[in-house]
């Protein structure tokens, strides 16, 4: 686990700090949750964690204990990114599942990120709201492609090794 630092965590929130409030965020790849504990603790009304790893999904669900988070503002899937993904697209075709206002993906760095992003069509309704966010961590000289299907990177902003590449529909 490379869990993001409090600094890039702090400068994270910063920045999306207008569109959190009352948001629906999605914590990919969640780790420990702190990611979306911050969205939880800053306003946001609803956060889902996913992580591949069953230890992780434990150590969740213990910290969201831990901060008395009430059980309706959160959902805890143990899952593989890519197949939560195609998952809640499923849900949103048929109407059982409203889309996320912001999405942090933070896979390990080792991680082929594209293939990821490329296992869902983004251009498929469902996944973000209208003006929904894509945010996601890599390493510094991992090159994101600027876009990804309707979704253009806007913003990268780098802090040591770790930079976080924003995207927004065009």
């Excluded at 994270?12 to 009352?22: D, S, T, Y």
């Excluded at 969205?39 to 901060?67: P, Q, W, Y």
């Amino acid at each position: 686990m490379r869990p993001t630092s409090d600094r890039l965590r702090e400068t994270l929130f910063n920045v999306i700090a207008p569109r959190i409030g009352g948001a629906r965020f999605l914590d990919l790849c969640a780790g420990s949750g702190a990611v979306g504990i911050e969205a939880l603790s800053r306003g946001a009304a609803h956060v889902t964690f996913v992580d591949r790893s069953r230890k992780m999904v434990a150590l969740i669900e213990a910290n969201l204990e831990l901060c008395k988070t009430p059980k309706e503002e959160r959902q805890i899937v143990q899952a593989e990114a890519a197949d939560f993904l195609r998952q809640a697209l499923r849900q949103v075709s048929r109407e059982k599942r409203e889309p996320w206002d912001i999405v942090f993906f933070d896979p390990p760095y080792a991680t082929d990120y594209l293939q990821v992003l490329n296992s869902f069509d983004v251009n498929t309704p469902g996944l973000l709201t209208e003006s929904g966010l894509l945010i996601v961590e890599h390493h510094h000289k991992k090159e994101l492609p600027d876009e990804l299907g309707n979704l253009r990177r806007f913003r990268v902003l780098k802090q040591g090794e770790p930079a976080l590449s924003f995207y927004q529909s065009k």
